[in-house]
């Protein structure tokens, strides 16, 4: 029996057992009991006792009771996690013998702090502190946006359980949005669409009233973020100079790709007062979140359900109250909420995550004021 085994497998037994809530997961996504819950797909991650693990697929959970049974112990094995995938048109254990088709799915985005390897200067790779949980909450003040301008209201965040954050969408109207239309949708706020070691592609209108609230919101974090990132330090990471000449190339010649080398260095409140355009630029690179554009589309695509644990951290996956990073960032001039979700008693902090061994009450009251108000 591997060592890993032996450490994780009596935690997550009674984790299960008198933490994990059932009961408001399927809820959720059964919708209060209007979904066909047999269509929908499960899969889960297990642990064998030698430390190997598998995936299981198309697994179909009818009730909570079902789902209890999942995690129940079971003698050389431990369910470390599960993940939730569409709707189908035909119950799981018809897929062997008919043609399944994905019928609808949740709006979904996944945001991962490794994809701001660019501009993340104060972690790399795995590692996850508070400053880099700032690209977080831009991302969330950024999506809240998105689902008002179309209209959504029944819609979380929850922390992935290492580096990230998914944000789930759930009204009826973007439950069943073809892939197509989620394309179109995203791209009005998908400003950043290459960046990499020397290229840089940003999509920014200013005469898009979408945009210009994008960026609003984008400088309340660049303001607390430029000294926390060492934006203008020398040596590793300290690109700023090349950074703001490449998106003076942008600005200049309209063009959508350029190369970020040798340009000189620019003052930041001069690039302000003198080239408001380029500074708007400069903020959008630096903060605003990169989409992963095919989990948001695709609709066969497999994501994390809430309160799983990430068995490399022990931190649960945990929903995240939204209103409270708006309040942070006073950014209530630019995002309001139609009705008020009860208030967890503090903001989350991804140095200081809720364990799969301690109290999670508060957090599944908070989850569950959520289930009851979807439709």
Not at 123 to 147: G, P, Q, T
Not at 188 to 196: A, S
Not at 253 to 268: E, G, H, L, M, Y
Request: charged share 25%; glycine share 4%; aromatic share 14%.
């Amino acid at each position: 029996m591997s060592q890993k085994f032996q450490q994780l497998s009596p935690l997550y037994e009674e984790y299960y057992k008198s933490s994990y809530p059932y009961q408001q997961i399927v809820d959720w996504l059964s919708y209060h009991g209007t979904v066909d819950a047999p269509r929908r797909e499960w899969s889960y991650e297990c642990m064998l006792d030698s430390g190997e693990t598998f995936i299981k697929r198309w697994v179909q959970v009818s009730c909570a009771d079902d789902l209890r049974k999942l995690t129940a112990p079971v003698f050389g094995e431990t369910k470390l996690k599960f993940d939730i995938g569409p709707v189908y048109t035909l119950p799981m254990d018809q897929r062997r013998s008919s043609v399944m088709v994905p019928q609808w799915r949740e709006f979904v985005f996944d945001i991962d702090a490794d994809d701001f390897k660019t501009v993340r200067k104060c972690c790399s790779d795995k590692k996850m502190c508070n400053r880099c949980w700032r690209f977080m909450e831009c991302a969330a003040c950024v999506l809240i946006h998105f689902c008002q301008t179309y209209g959504f209201n029944d819609y979380f965040f929850a922390f992935s359980g290492r580096r990230g954050m998914h944000c789930w969408v759930c009204d009826p109207d973007a439950r069943f949005l073809s892939q197509q239309l989620r394309v179109q949708m995203l791209s009005v706020f998908e400003l950043i669409k290459i960046d990499n070691e020397s290229i840089i592609e940003i999509t920014f209108q200013e005469a898009s009233r979408t945009h210009e609230f994008l960026f609003l919101i984008c400088e309340k974090f660049y303001l607390e973020m430029f000294q926390e990132q060492g934006w203008l330090n020398a040596g590793e990471g300290g690109h700023f100079d090349e950074t703001v000449s490449a998106l003076r190339k942008i600005v200049t010649n309209k063009s959508a790709k350029v190369n970020t080398n040798n340009f000189k260095p620019q003052d930041v409140q001069i690039l302000k007062e003198k080239n408001p355009e380029i500074y708007k630029l400069l903020v959008i690179y630096l903060t605003y979140p990169r989409f992963d554009i095919n989990v948001t589309k695709s609709m066969n695509h497999l994501l994390k359900v809430p309160f799983s644990v990430h068995h490399a951290t022990q931190n649960v996956s945990q929903p995240i109250n939204h209103q409270e990073i708006v309040n942070h960032y006073q950014l209530g001039n630019i995002i309001k909420f139609p009705h008020v979700i009860e208030q967890m008693q503090t903001r989350f902090q991804v140095e200081k995550p809720l364990k799969m061994y301690e109290d999670i009450t508060e957090c599944v009251k908070f989850f569950e004021n959520f289930v009851k108000s979807v439709k």
